[in-house]
């Protein structure tokens, strides 16, 4: 058996408050504003296209999806898988978590909105005495809206139960995960991810985010195209005839999934090499790197959102 790779230098890793905190806001920023924020644009395109039914004015970020129970368990799974990734990259990234850490760091990312408004209501009050009032009523019309319905209140506590427990849950595996002797990756740098250091994914954000929203859209084709293959299937389907004014369903179906999976295709190999190129696995001159890495990460996505409509 391979035992090499058993055997690579580990790096130091601080274990301070301070070193978590740094940590914790890589993780929130990761799972939230890139991932989390990828699946609050493809939910919104949804809405917009009319199959969601909440309305022209429905933000994804709401806490509460409208009156439908089934939109609101999936706004709740979503809020889960969040979570989970969220704690699942703070506990990779912090390599040891104590369980009063897992405690402190999982209500602030749960509750980080009301900290904030709290925060902002302070300044607000402080600062700005005249803008205070209209703020005031505001929020006291937001929270009248969630006591004031018993479904509302029980979607909003379940919600939020359900990241803290998501949270917590994952952390364990990102731990486990980077102390495991047989995993290689991220060993010899600390405060990395897939060799990346943390800050990078400070403008990586950009790429990321617009890229997953790529994939989201293409699972959807993915799934609707398969959708209308089997409720298309005639028996005459296998000998090439046309099956309604679509033409052969058969054809249609290996059609799109062609071309789906090349444009999946592209954006995962897009993201490896820009990642390689940020790990210093390329040999090329930095002037070069630099335009590489701001066209994969910038004019590419513009080029595909102006040209296409893969963006949504």
């Not at 609050?40 to 969601?52: A, H, P």
């Not at 969630?146 to 909003?156: D, P, Y």
């Given at each position: 058996m391979?035992?090499?790779?058993?055997?690579?230098?580990t790096?130091?890793?601080?274990?301070?408050?301070f070193?978590?905190?740094?940590?914790?806001?890589?993780a929130m920023?990761?799972?939230?504003?890139?991932?989390?924020?990828?699946?609050?644009?493809?939910?919104?395109?949804?809405?917009?296209?009319?199959?969601?039914?909440?309305?022209?004015?429905?933000?994804?970020n709401n806490?509460?999806?409208?009156?439908?129970?089934?939109?609101?368990?999936?706004?709740?799974?979503?809020?889960?898988?969040?979570?989970?990734?969220f704690g699942?990259?703070?506990?990779?990234?912090?390599?040891?978590?104590?369980?009063?850490?897992?405690?402190?760091f999982?209500?602030?990312?749960?509750?980080i909105?009301?900290?904030?408004?709290?925060?902002?209501?302070?300044?607000?009050?402080?600062f700005?005495?005249?803008?205070?009032?209209?703020?005031n009523?505001?929020?006291?019309?937001a929270f009248?809206?969630i006591?004031?319905?018993?479904?509302?209140?029980?979607?909003?506590?379940?919600g939020?139960?359900?990241?803290?427990?998501?949270?917590?849950?994952?952390?364990?595996?990102?731990?486990n995960?980077?102390n495991?002797?047989?995993?290689?990756?991220?060993?010899?740098?600390?405060?990395?991810?897939?060799d990346?250091?943390?800050?990078?994914?400070?403008?990586?954000?950009?790429?990321?985010?617009f890229?997953?929203?790529i994939?989201?859209?293409?699972?959807?084709?993915?799934?609707?195209?398969?959708v209308?293959?089997v409720r298309?299937?005639?028996?005459?389907?296998?000998?090439?005839?046309?099956?309604?004014?679509?033409?052969?369903?058969?054809?249609?179906a290996?059609?799109?999934?062609f071309?789906?999976?090349?444009?999946?295709?592209?954006?995962?190999?897009?993201?490896?090499?820009?990642?390689?190129?940020?790990?210093?696995?390329?040999?090329?001159?930095?002037?070069?790197?630099?335009?590489?890495?701001?066209?994969i990460?910038?004019?590419?996505?513009?080029?595909?959102?102006w040209?296409?409509?893969?963006?949504?």
């Amino acid at each position: 058996m391979d035992t090499t790779h058993i055997l690579q230098p580990t790096a130091t890793v601080s274990y301070s408050f301070f070193s978590k905190v740094k940590r914790f806001i890589a993780a929130m920023l990761l799972a939230d504003w890139v991932l989390g924020n990828a699946v609050n644009v493809f939910i919104q395109n949804l809405n917009r296209k009319g199959l969601l039914g909440l309305g022209g004015d429905f933000q994804a970020n709401n806490l509460i999806w409208g009156d439908s129970i089934w939109l609101n368990l999936l706004h709740i799974f979503i809020l889960a898988f969040t979570a989970g990734l969220f704690g699942f990259i703070f506990g990779y990234l912090s390599r040891r978590v104590s369980l009063s850490e897992k405690i402190i760091f999982t209500t602030l990312y749960v509750f980080i909105r009301f900290i904030f408004i709290g925060l902002f209501s302070v300044i607000i009050d402080s600062f700005f005495p005249t803008y205070s009032a209209g703020f005031n009523n505001i929020l006291s019309e937001a929270f009248f809206a969630i006591t004031s319905s018993t479904f509302n209140l029980l979607v909003v506590v379940l919600g939020h139960l359900v990241m803290f427990v998501s949270s917590i849950y994952f952390m364990k595996f990102g731990s486990n995960l980077i102390n495991d002797p047989y995993y290689s990756i991220d060993k010899s740098k600390n405060g990395t991810l897939l060799d990346i250091k943390w800050f990078h994914y400070l403008w990586l954000f950009i790429p990321i985010a617009f890229y997953s929203q790529i994939i989201l859209n293409l699972i959807y084709l993915v799934g609707h195209t398969i959708v209308t293959l089997v409720r298309n299937f005639g028996w005459t389907t296998l000998l090439g005839g046309d099956d309604g004014k679509n033409g052969n369903a058969l054809d249609v179906a290996w059609g799109s999934l062609f071309w789906i999976f090349i444009a999946a295709s592209i954006v995962v190999y897009l993201m490896d090499y820009l990642r390689k190129i940020l790990t210093g696995e390329t040999s090329q001159h930095w002037v070069v790197k630099l335009l590489i890495s701001i066209s994969i990460a910038i004019v590419v996505p513009f080029l595909i959102l102006w040209f296409t409509s893969l963006a949504g």
